[in-house]
């Protein structure tokens, strides 16, 4: 008599590396301009400049573009220094966020949490918050610095490319 053989489970597929990326935001209330970048572990990176953003909306932009951008087929990282906009998305991610609490938050805080419910639904995503401008030599910490850098740069540009343009 031949004996039985266990059925052998499919062999495991090695889980896809992470897209990790860091984003941030920069404005000059001055110039009236907002500038949000992200920048990620594999050298990909993007910013932009908009007329009117306040920091805190150059940073929610900056973590909407990245979640626009991440991959659909692994999972994504995303460090920022925002830390309402961590705890909020966490909360979002968790299940936890109800719309009840959306009583507390402006009106710009609403649209672009609106905006990223979606974006989150449909992705494997961490959001990690980092301390900003600390020196820390971490992987993330750099990221991070990167994406101010970038910013900051996009920013500087932008009031340059205006100022030959227009009175400021």
């Not at 907002?34 to 009117?52: E, F, I, L, N, Q």
């Not at 850098?149 to 490319?161: E, G, M, P």
Request: net charge positive; hydrophobic share 40%.
């Amino acid at each position: 008599m031949q004996a039985l053989k266990e059925p052998q489970a499919a062999p495991q597929l090695p889980k896809p590396k992470p897209w990790i990326v860091a984003t941030d935001g920069s404005a000059d209330h001055i110039a009236g301009l907002g500038a949000y970048a992200w920048v990620a572990k594999d050298g990909s990176r993007a910013a932009s400049c908009a007329p009117g953003i306040t920091s805190t909306m150059a940073e929610w932009a900056a973590i909407h573009a990245a979640l626009t951008a991440a991959p659909t087929d692994r999972p994504t990282i995303i460090y920022s220094d925002f830390r309402g906009a961590v705890k909020i998305l966490n909360k979002i991610i968790a299940g936890s966020w109800h719309d009840h609490r959306a009583t507390t938050q402006s009106p710009v805080t609403l649209a672009y949490i609106q905006s990223l419910r979606p974006l989150l639904s449909n992705k494997d995503v961490t959001i990690i918050w980092v301390r900003s401008h600390t020196g820390h030599r971490s992987s993330c910490a750099r990221l991070n610095k990167s994406a101010d850098h970038l910013a900051k740069a996009t920013l500087r540009n932008s009031r340059r490319l205006a100022s030959d343009h227009y009175v400021i």
